[in-house]
Every structure is written in structure tokens, then in C-alpha cells.
């Protein structure tokens, strides 16, 4: 059994030589990797918020359908870069927490949800809520289904996984 390493303090200032030593390798690249992404994600969900904008206390249904097509292409990510393929190592950062991380947003659909309560649409609010949980859940479940069954047999390159 190999000794762990201390674990990297999470507020290492960058510009102090002798903290910025505390970062693995390759810790910069992924964390550019990562932010390029997320810009990019939330570029694309700022553009589908001022297509079809909502007042406070309405149903939030451009955050439900980034919220669910989110969930859907992290299903499809997942297995694609996990079952089918093997990858680049930033690819699943950049696309998984960088761009699909920006483009969800479940911190706006939990604020639309108080918005609704707050003019006194409790109704609303707890519609949106649960739809939404279901809604991203089967997403997620069906990204993973349909894109097993699409790509059977297409894990060629991809080591047989035990047991």
C-alpha cells in the first residue's frame, strides 16, 4: 500500500512560488480546460434565457429545458467517453463540468422556484420543482439508455471491463 499524499490546500494563491508548487501537475490545464467550457456552456444558456425570457413567479421554461437537455447530454457524454470510447483526458472535464456544468443552471431553477412563492404561486413553485427533478432525472436516464443501444457493439477500443 502506497502512503497518500497530503491533500492540495484549496486556496493556493498563484502568485506565491512556494504554494503554486503545492498543485499536481497539469492542475493549470485543467482548470483552464474547465473554465473555457463553462464560458462556452454558459454563453449558450444566457442565449436561450433571452430568447424566451419569463417573469419571476412564471414557470422557468427556458431553465427547464437547459436544465433537461443538460441532463440528456450528460447521459450521452458519459457513456460515450466511459463505455465507447477512450479519450482525451481533459475531453470529459471540458465538456462535462466545463460546458455542460455552465449550461445547467439548477441555482436559477431553485431561485425562479422562490420567485414563484415570494408573488404567491405556490402551485407554480412546487410544479416547477418536482417537474424538474423528474424531468432531469429521465433525461439523464434516457441519455444513458438510448446511447447504450445506439453504440452496442461500438466499444471496441475500450479495455473489457471486469466482472
Do not use: K
Not at 502506497?2 to 490545464?29: C, F, I, M, N, Y
Request: hydrophobic share 50%; aromatic share 6%; glycine share 12%.
Amino acid at each position: 500500500m502506497q502512503p497518500q499524499e497530503p491533500p492540495v490546500d484549496s486556496d493556493v494563491d498563484l502568485r506565491d512560488r512556494t504554494e503554486r508548487a503545492e498543485l499536481p501537475s497539469g492542475t493549470l490545464a485543467l482548470l483552464a480546460t474547465i473554465a473555457a467550457g463553462g464560458m462556452l456552456g454558459a454563453l449558450a444558456r444566457h442565449a436561450l434565457a433571452v430568447v424566451w425570457p419569463n417573469a419571476p413567479g412564471d414557470f422557468g421554461w427556458a431553465t427547464f429545458v437547459t436544465n433537461v437537455s443538460g441532463c440528456l447530454l450528460i447521459g450521452v457524454l458519459m457513456v460515450l467517453i466511459t463505455e465507447v470510447r477512450t479519450t482525451h483526458r481533459l475531453l470529459r472535464p471540458f465538456l462535462g463540468v466545463g460546458v455542460l456544468g455552465g449550461y445547467t443552471t439548477f441555482s436559477t431553477y431553485a431561485v425562479q422556484a422562490q420567485q414563484a412563492i415570494a408573488v404567491g404561486r405556490p402551485g407554480t413553485a412546487l410544479a416547477y420543482l418536482a417537474g424538474t427533478l423528474v424531468a432531469a432525472l429521465a433525461a439523464v436516464w434516457c441519455g444513458l439508455t438510448v446511447t447504450r443501444r445506439l453504440t452496442a457493439g461500438a466499444s471496441a477500443d475500450r479495455p473489457a471491463r471486469p466482472g
